[in-house]
């Protein structure tokens, strides 16, 4: 599944947005989840949720998915319904597996 959109700030470190336009990652910060970068085809977390919740509700049988932490924070909100908090700061490890069975989740 295709990660969150940054828009304009696709490709750029948040360090060196900061560089280039002092305290435009403020808002981010405030407020990682429902924050939207400025550009086209940006999205907030909240977006990303909406966009790939038809996905999971259609899930029927055993599936393989390969996606990235924006994907998997919104994984954990939907089926396990964390708060928005929560989910923007998990820690989202890059070595493992993810199951979800059923309405849970477990790191292999």
Same mark, same amino acid.
């Given at each position: 599944?295709?990660?969150? %959109?940054? !828009?304009?700030?696709? !490709?750029?470190?948040? *360090? ?5 336009? +002092?305290? %435009?990652?403020? !808002?981010?910060?405030?407020? $990682?989840?429902?924050?939207?970068? +400025? !550009? ?12 790939? $919740? ?17 994907? /998997? *924070? ?7 319904? /964390? %708060? $928005?908090?929560?989910?923007?700061? &998990?820690? /989202? +490890?890059?070595? *493992?597996? &993810? *199951? ?9």
């Amino acid at each position: 599944l295709v990660e969150l %959109s940054f !828009g304009e700030w696709q !490709g750029f470190t948040f *360090r060196e947005l900061e560089a280039r336009h +002092p305290g %435009s990652t403020r !808002g981010r910060r405030a407020a $990682k989840w429902d924050f939207q970068p +400025p !550009g086209e085809g940006a999205e907030s977390y909240e977006m990303l949720l909406e966009r790939v $919740k038809p996905w999971f509700d259609a899930l029927d049988r055993q599936t393989v998915c390969v996606t990235h932490g924006g994907v /998997i *924070r919104c994984l954990f909100r939907f089926v396990e319904g /964390i %708060s $928005k908090n929560e989910a923007a700061a &998990l820690e /989202i +490890p890059q070595d *493992r597996l &993810l *199951r979800l069975e059923g309405r849970s989740l477990e790191w292999l």
